[in-house]
DNA sequence: CCCTGATTCGC
DNA sequence: GCGAATCAGG
């Protein structure tokens, strides 16, 4: 599907609604990627939208070169029966989006005051004992996030399952990772 | 990890 | 012109 007019039109209303891209990607339609929606943003030249001043100072060199686009996933023949009505009704594809984007934000907080007892603050992962793992039962698919005093005796490893994506289970990789890497050392 | 926009370059 | 892959940053 090309960009047509219409699509072209609703592109930059969004984009300068604020919009991002990937919620613009979103309303256009299924074929249409984040990526496609910046490229055409780029070439219609709409970027810097409702920013008075240069916040990002475009200083990146981008020596990329060395990696080439492999394959293609091939012509995605999307043959879609736009049988010369170019102007369909769109009232609004009522925006299945549930996950809230752009600025991360918690919009919906659900209360807890409903609880008698106040949460451990710092809750931990409680490992069975028969779950438990020395230093040298782990694997490659063990967690291995470290729980007590390595010199003590009770040190042991949690030992779930862990992620393709790394050396820890769900919970502790959220706990490694959220939000503090990419730091300086 | 999630996400954002920016850029390059084969098509 | 298009957009996937990639980069850089939060």
């Known amino acids: 599907m090309g960009w047509t007019d219409e699509r072209v039109e609703l592109l930059k209303k969004l984009w300068m609604e604020g ?108 490992i069975p004992e028969d779950k438990r793992l020395s230093l040298l039962q782990l694997n490659e698919h063990t967690c291995k996030w470290p729980i007590g005093d390595p010199l003590s005796k009770d040190f042991y490893f949690c030992g779930q399952h862990s992620l393709e994506t790394g050396p820890y289970c769900e919970f502790h990789s959220r706990r490694a990772y959220h939000q503090l890497d990419k730091k300086k050392r």
């Open 19 to 126: 919009l991002s891209a990937s919620q613009i990607a979103g309303e256009l339609g299924e074929g249409v990627t984040r990526n496609a929606v910046i490229g055409k943003v780029h070439r219609l030249k709409l970027s810097a939208r409702a920013k008075p001043a240069n916040t990002t100072p475009r200083a990146r060199p981008a020596p990329r070169q060395a990696p080439r686009r492999p394959a293609g996933p091939g012509t995605v023949s999307a043959s879609s029966s736009m049988g010369g009505m170019a102007s369909a009704a769109k009232p609004r594809p009522t925006m299945p989006r549930p996950q809230v984007m752009g600025a991360t934000a918690l919009a919906i907080t659900p209360e807890f005051e409903t609880s008698p007892y106040v949460a451990p603050a710092t809750q931990e992962l409680f």
